[in-house]
């Protein structure tokens, strides 16, 4: 499927973090996806492929969508987030994915798990949130 140059943006925006690491130096960040990514089976995909790349942290939804802390080698956490894309559940709709950079030392877990789902107050998607590009359809890639 060929992509619309603003989906390439949205892809390449949501794929690469802009941090410069050393090869093989461990960061964390936190990753917050929106869209329809609730009651889908989002979070066992998540854990499925970061399990699968030797990734620790963990994943929890909350009102605002799914957050994700996750850490790692910068070119393993990247390829997450494009399998991520490439490989959510069919009912998923990934509107957007923000990638902020965490403290390594806020993720003391040793592996990646699944934890219970925060209570918080539902928040409407806003999409200014994202820049002005398009939402990233997780079955356009």
Same mark, same amino acid.
């Given at each position: 499927?060929?992509l619309?140059? #603003?989906?390439?943006?949205?892809? *390449?925006?949501?794929?690469?973090s802009?941090? /410069?690491? #050393? ?8 990753? *917050?996806?929106?869209g329809?990514?609730?009651?889908? %089976?989002?979070?066992?995909?998540v ?9 620790? %942290?963990?994943?929890?939804?909350? %009102? &605002? ?5 996750i850490?790692g080698?910068?070119s393993?956490? =990247? ?7 490439? =490989? ?16 390594? &030392? ?6 990646? *798990?699944?934890?219970?789902? &925060?209570h ?5 998607? =806003? /999409?200014s949130?994202c820049g =002005?590009?398009?939402?990233?359809? #997780? *079955?356009?890639?």
């Amino acid at each position: 499927m060929t992509l619309s140059s #603003s989906a390439s943006q949205a892809l *390449r925006a949501a794929v690469v973090s802009p941090r /410069r690491t #050393s090869p093989g130096e461990d960061v964390a960040e936190a990753i *917050r996806v929106t869209g329809t990514v609730q009651g889908v %089976g989002f979070r066992p995909t998540v854990y499925r492929l970061a399990v699968a790349l030797h990734l620790r %942290g963990h994943v929890l939804n909350d %009102g &605002e969508g799914v957050l994700i802390h996750i850490a790692g080698p910068q070119s393993q956490i =990247n390829q997450f987030v494009l399998q991520l894309l490439q =490989n959510s559940p069919p009912l998923a709709r990934i509107a957007c994915i923000q990638r902020q950079p965490l403290k390594l &030392e806020t993720l003391p877990e040793a592996d990646f *798990r699944i934890i219970e789902s &925060e209570h918080t107050a539902v928040k409407t998607e =806003n /999409r200014s949130r994202c820049g =002005n590009l398009p939402p990233v359809s #997780s *079955r356009a890639f």
